[in-house]
């Protein structure tokens, strides 16, 4: 399973308290049950959380993107790429 292009490498179920490496072996995550929410990992740091509203019908989704910066002048270089990767994950997502 990829996301934007990015290969996911491990899934957390906080609610059924299972997570699953990208060849999909499960394995219990040890500690209590917290909430309902989805995490997905990518091998290129990217982070998906998915959970549902707890006021409202819809889902909410919080998006996590990480690369290097390289230099202190390449800041702004670096967030145009962090929202462009952002807006490659809504759409890979339909979101």
């Known amino acids: 399973t990829e ?6 490498v491990l899934a957390k ?4 308290l299972k997570a699953r490496d ?8 040890d500690m209590p049950a917290t909430s ?3 995490q997905y990992f990518c091998e290129d740091g990217t982070k998906v959380s998915v959970r549902p509203s707890g006021t409202e019908p819809k889902i909410k989704f919080y998006l996590e993107v990480k690369d290097t910066m390289g230099c202190a ?16 994950i809504k759409k890979s997502m339909r979101i």
Request: aromatic fraction near 6%; glycine fraction near 10%; charged fraction near 30%.
């Open 3 to 8: 996301i934007a292009g990015s290969k996911v």
């Open 13 to 16: 179920d906080f609610k059924t």
């Open 22 to 29: 990208g060849e999909g072996k499960e394995t219990a995550l």
């Open 36 to 38: 309902n929410v989805l």
């Open 73 to 88: 002048g390449c800041y702004s270089a670096c967030v145009e790429k962090a929202q462009k990767k952002v807006e490659e």
